[in-house]
């Protein structure tokens, strides 16, 4: 037990301050608090790969690393559609993922949004449509905001999700 | 057919590897696999391709991994009704691989399972896509339809599905587990949720440029996959990398194999309730991402592999930078080892659990990372080291309990292996240009790039078109071997483990999926 709360004490808080939606605003927790009003400190995110090659995942994966803290901004990965506002959708959507996407998208509460991420789920990436793909995430279920990059950043999908919960949610 | 054919009747194939040809008929088909079976052969990919307007035939082609070489056995057969003999007598990871090659092709291997892998019904059941009539574009309205999952009846038996949407951030899949009371009986997995016909898009891509998609089969395995592609590409147009491009790429990818082992570690305490563990592991994961997008613009290290050599150089600072790292790295995965191994409770989930005997790993033809938890000794870099591994001398690292315990010992070792790996690739990187342009290479040529990544053999199998296309190329992730062995390292296990058990192994969903 020593040893693990020494290296808690010497790890200490790796934790990072949110990031602005873009350079020209400032003021983090402001954000955090429009984010707070809105959500009542609790946006549930429901996960679907709708067909990613999982680089996205990675980097969806690291939002919840210590440095980035995701659920200390009040931002957390939920077990249900049912329990979410928000659909964070990667990949261009695999044919064999289409229904299991549409019934995701269906289960959810109004009021719901949609954020694509990564280059494939905003317009299809390098795999383009083709017999096994319907290319970009809109074209299988609405989606609200994409985050592009192959595969974006931690950052960039943090970025996303206060840009969704500043200008589309309030 | 004794294995006497490994020296009579094979050819030389372009290969980064020691690799050679078997054309087969089809009573040499079923007797190759036999005598490979024999000598100690893993199957390592299988695939088809359609031929038919060079010389009317489909072909099926399988190669197969021995600890000194790669041996590819071909299969040319009519269109019309095209059968070959199944190769699941010898190596029972050949039936998905051949359900996968009938929707694809329209190839039946005779006898065995024939429902469909891949096709979910996304394309009807008269339609091969990967034939050459089809083209890229075409597209079909889904038609989806019940899977028939083979059922346990009983009393008391019960059925939990998961999937393929799973409570996380997880890739898609679906699970049937049969259960009684908490244990389990059995079960099926489902796969091919991914499948985003990477292979049909490939042909329509030149051949400079098929390793950027070659890099996304399987994103935690891009640069393995990557350099799978650039050594095919490489080995038909005779282009050796400069040493330092090597280097390079031997430090990407075991930087890759840190990276994943890494965030596999801390998974696993994490599923076994030691949230710290995720923490601590998840933050040093982090740091070397943030290493990777500082010395090498990219956290993953996407697109770093190109065709002839590397992207990017290492500038003086970054050595030292990674160095530090280094360091830093070994003091960390040390302590955190001997926490592990100290804590009682995380012990007690891990040992035991999800075992895979080495004679099932053997028989079921596991791979990789898993296989060497479960006493198989192969590693590619050991058994065929080349540049600039063969100057390295990495040291394998193999358990025999083939249980959770046993997944993350290995993983403990071949962490601070590759820590040690990358210390000697940055104290000794040679110098020498970063990449060499590729003439054009000669059309109607195969070549293999095989390169063992953090999950085990990747292989990637490349058929030259004219004037710099692909014809043909085959991505070949090794979750295709190990996937079957988690419906065995499950059974008789209590259905809360299923998630441990599973990221034990964490096998990639797209890579198989293609």
Redesign the interface.
């Known amino acids: 037990m020593i040893h693990i709360l020494s290296r808690i004490r010497r790890t200490g808080c790796l934790s990072e301050p949110l990031p602005t939606p873009d350079p020209s605003e400032s003021e983090p927790t402001a954000i955090q608090h429009q984010l707070h009003a809105v959500f009542g400190r609790a946006l549930c995110i429901r996960h679907v790969d709708a067909g990613s090659c999982n680089g996205c995942e990675l980097e969806i994966h690291a939002l919840s690393n210590p440095y980035y803290n995701l659920e200390g901004a009040g931002i957390r990965f939920v077990a249900s559609p049912r329990h979410a506002d928000l659909l964070l959708v990667t990949g261009p959507v695999s044919v064999n993922m289409e229904e299991a996407l549409k019934r995701t998208y269906e289960a959810m509460p109004e009021p719901k949004w949609v954020l694509a991420v990564g280059d494939c789920g905003a317009c299809g990436g390098i795999y383009g449509a083709n017999y096994a793909t319907r290319g970009p995430i809109s074209e299988v279920i609405p989606v609200h905001a994409v985050v592009n990059g192959c595969p974006p950043s931690p950052l960039a999908i943090l970025r996303g999700l206060l840009h969704v919960t500043r200008h589309l949610a309030l | 057919m004794s294995s006497d054919f490994l020296d009579r009747d094979c050819v030389p194939l372009p290969s980064n590897v020691a690799a050679y040809c078997f054309v087969a008929d089809a009573h040499h088909w079923a007797s190759a696999a036999v005598a490979l079976g024999k000598a100690g052969a893993s199957l390592l990919a299988l695939w088809g391709s359609d031929d038919r307007d060079h010389d009317r035939c489909l072909r099926v082609r399988a190669t197969y991994l021995l600890p000194d070489r790669v041996v590819l056995v071909e299969h040319a057969m009519p269109a019309e009704g095209a059968v070959y003999p199944s190769l699941t007598p010898c190596f029972p990871v050949a039936e998905r691989l051949q359900r996968a090659v009938y929707d694809l092709l329209g190839i039946r291997a005779e006898g065995g399972d024939t429902r469909p892998w ?1 096709r ?1 019904g ?2 009807p059941p008269n ?1 091969f ?1 990967l034939r050459r009539d ?1 083209s ?5 309205p ?1 038609v ?1 339809a019940p899977y028939p999952f083979v059922s346990v009846v009983g009393d008391g038996v019960h059925e939990v599905a998961v999937g ?2 799973h ?6 899949g679906r699970f049937h587990v049969s259960v009684v009371g908490e244990k389990v009986l059995r079960l099926e997995e489902r796969l ?7 292979a ?2 490939f042909e329509g891509l030149a051949q400079h440029d098929g390793h ?2 070659a890099a ?5 395995s ?1 640069v393995a996959f990557g350099w799978a592609y650039c050594a095919a590409l490489e080995s038909l147009t005779d282009t050796i990398p400069s040493a330092r491009a090597a280097a390079l790429r031997a430090l990407a990818l075991e930087r890759e194999r840190i990276a994943n082992h890494l ?1 596999d570690l801390g998974a696993l305490g994490n599923d076994a309730g030691f949230a ?1 563990g995720l ?2 592991f ?2 040093l ?2 740091q070397l ?1 943030r290493h990777n ?1 500082e010395v090498f613009g990219q ?2 290290l ?1 697109d770093l592999v190109v065709p002839g050599g590397v992207a990017r150089d290492l500038s003086i600072q970054a050595i030292a930078t990674l160095l530090g790292e280094i360091t830093e790295f070994e003091r960390a995965v040390h ?2 080892r ?2 592990y191994a ?1 804590h009682e409770g995380l012990q007690d989930r891990f040992l035991g659990a999800g075992r895979l005997t080495p004679d099932q790993a053997r028989r079921l033809g596991a791979v990789g990372l898993a296989a060497r938890a479960s006493g198989i000794a192969r590693d590619l870099r050991v058994d065929q080291p080349r540049e600039p591994y063969d100057r390295l001398e990495p040291v394998l690292a193999v358990r025999l309990e083939g249980d959770v315990a046993a997944r993350v010992q290995v993983r403990f070792d071949e962490t601070l292996e590759s820590l040690r790996l990358c210390k000697l690739l940055l104290e000794t990187l040679p110098l020498g240009v970063l990449s060499i342009e590729l003439p054009a290479a000669p059309a109607g040529r195969l070549a293999l790039g095989v390169v063992e990544g953090w999950r085990g053999p990747v292989m990637v199998a490349l058929e030259t078109g004219p004037q710099g296309s692909i014809r043909r190329c085959h991505p070949h992730d090794p979750s295709w071997q190990n996937w079957p062995l988690i419906e065995v390292a499950i059974l008789g296990n209590i259905v809360p483990d299923f998630p441990l058990i599973n990221k034990s192994f964490n096998l ?4 198989h ?1 293609g």
């Open positions: 891949l979910h996304g394309w339609v896509p089809v890229a574009a075409q597209t079909y889904l989806s393929p949407v409570a996380g951030v997880i890739e898609p091919g949720y991914t499948h985003k016909g990477v049909k898009r950027r998609l996304r089969v399987s994103g935690d891009t965030g710290f923490t601590q998840s933050g994961k982090e991402l997008a956290r993953y996407f302590e955190l001997a926490i100290n990639s969903y797209s890579g999926d």
